[in-house]
């Protein structure tokens, strides 16, 4: 678009954008017509903890995006190396032997960082096609060791694993399934460790027991010689945050050694501080055979995603076949040199004092997450580090919902908006949380002054009361 008469870039008006944009961009998981009638926020710049749109309205971040940006906006160190590695080399390739510095290091530091074993790095652009590319060398893996028929995948409901055409299977969020033809016939679900809604969700030991008395149950369903894995996030995020008792994990390692099956543990939310230690699996002493990693890994300062895979998975996949075989898989942005140094700066800013503040951060976050449970909404706040989140209901003893005419999510998006912070606003009432780690204290606090509001706002209204037993 050009102006005629000076020959400047003519910029469209602010309305104008978000009119091209209603007629020309897909937004992700998005009713389309919804979308339409919507209208698109135009975010313009970010700061810190806060973004301004392009009207200039300025807004706490509560969520660092798409809980990805856990250093925060406007970090200008790593700016400064995105700028000098695209000047000095903006693009190679890994195919061929072709490498990069960035990426042979960011590779280096991931092994080093994470738990032992996970020594290989495969890097995606994100976490769908990292855990489509587990599935692909899953499936690789069997065949190689002469176990064609070990094919079946089980992962958890509520869970989420990302949107490719294999992956938005193990995800099991009906919006995902719905008109996609999935999950596919290998790709089963067993029950969500989800406390608040569990039967004896007061008791971590029965909660942990029954996770994994389901995935025995279904492994000896579909016969222990024909599952591949069992896969899951160590914090169910887009499901609702559903934060499983402590040890959860580690007895899930232990199932799957117990059924010769293999753990892919997704950490594209828990990973990178978002939980307190630099991955979720620390937490626990535990290490998966495969790992996926996104978000945290680059703050969303650039595309990148990782896939973790264990030693005696790479030797075996190494020795399966004659050395002039390849292993046919590969992206062209594999390893992308911009990306793995904005990779490796964000780290360097994890370990110099975010994780810390993060920390920090995370104390505060918990001590407003127990006041706000008193509230007549709330029936139940979970958190881990800076991963959290507030479960509405309308009846805090028998912990009913609410009706979907109700809309609790698109009123919430509005008002909270309305009152100058972000949060993730689930259908289910449930209100996400994911500040970045460089958070501090006041800032917390306007957080929960803001969302607070927002909740004074909610019930205020006629039917929400109505509505309440
Ligand atoms: C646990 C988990 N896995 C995978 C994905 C997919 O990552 P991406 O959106 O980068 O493809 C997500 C995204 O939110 C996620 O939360």
Same mark, same amino acid.
């Given at each position: ?77 790593? @700016? ?15 195919? !061929? ?23 290989? $790095? ?15 060398? /899953? ?72 996770? $994994?008395?389901? &995935? ?47 753990? &892919?543990?997704?950490? $594209?939310?828990?990973? !990178? ?34 896939? &973790? ?32 140094? @904005? ?49 509405? $209901? ?31 606003? !689930? ?19 306007? /957080?929960?002054?803001? @969302?607070?509001?927002? &909740? ?14």
């Amino acid at each position: 678009m050009e102006n005629v008469l000076s020959g400047a870039p003519a910029f469209p008006s602010n309305q104008s954008l978000i009119d091209i944009d209603r007629r020309h961009l897909i937004h992700p998981v998005t009713s389309f017509r919804g979308h339409e009638a919507h209208g698109a926020r135009v975010l313009a710049s970010g700061d810190g903890m806060w973004l301004t749109d392009i009207d200039g309205k300025r807004v706490l971040d509560a969520f660092a995006g798409l809980w990805c940006v856990n250093v925060g906006y406007g970090q200008e160190s790593i @700016v400064a190396v995105a700028a000098e590695q695209m000047r000095r080399l903006p693009y190679a390739t890994g195919y !061929f032997h072709f490498g990069s510095e960035p990426a042979i290091l960011l590779a280096d530091k991931l092994a080093a960082l994470a738990p032992a074993g996970l020594d290989h $790095v495969y890097f995606t652009l994100g976490g769908s096609d990292a855990v489509d590319s587990a599935i692909r060398y /899953i499936t690789h893996y069997f065949n190689a060791i002469g176990k064609p028929e070990k094919k079946q995948f089980i992962a958890l409901e509520w869970g989420y694993h990302g949107s490719s055409s294999n992956g938005a299977g193990l995800t099991a969020l009906a919006n995902f399934h719905r008109g996609f033809d999935l999950p596919r016939p290998w790709q089963h679900h067993i029950a969500s460790p989800y406390p608040y809604r569990h039967p004896d969700g007061q008791d971590d030991c029965a909660v942990v027991a029954s996770t $994994v008395a389901a &995935l025995e149950a279904k492994v000896a369903e579909l016969g222990a010689d024909n599952v591949a894995a069992f896969c899951c996030e160590p914090i169910q995020g887009s499901g609702g945050v559903i934060v499983p008792p402590r040890g959860w994990l580690k007895a899930i390692r232990a199932a799957c050694d117990r059924l010769g099956i293999l753990l &892919l543990v997704d950490e $594209v939310i828990t990973g !990178f501080g978002r939980t307190g230690p630099m991955f979720a699996c620390d937490d626990e002493g535990v290490s998966p055979d495969f790992m996926t990693l996104a978000k945290g890994l680059t703050s969303g300062y650039a595309p990148m995603g990782a896939l &973790l895979m264990a030693d005696h998975v790479y030797q075996t996949i190494a020795d399966s076949a004659p050395a002039a075989l390849a292993v046919g898989h590969g992206f062209t942005y594999s390893g992308h040199p911009v990306s793995a140094a @904005v990779g490796l700066e964000v780290i360097r800013l994890y370990e110099n004092g975010l994780l810390d503040n993060g920390l920090r951060a995370g104390a505060r976050f918990a001590h407003h997450l127990a006041r706000i449970r008193e509230h007549p909404l709330v029936g139940d706040t979970r958190e881990r580090g800076l991963l959290g989140a507030i479960e509405l $209901v309308s009846d805090k003893r028998t912990k009913a919902g609410f009706g979907a005419d109700l809309d609790i999510a698109g009123r919430l998006s509005a008002l909270t908006w309305e009152n100058g912070v972000i949060v993730r606003c !689930f259908a289910n009432a449930v209100i996400g949380f994911a500040p970045a780690l460089c958070c501090s204290e006041s800032e917390m606090d306007l /957080i929960f002054e803001r @969302v607070e509001r927002s &909740l004074d706002q909610l019930l205020d209204m006629p039917d929400i009361r109505r509505a309440l037993g």
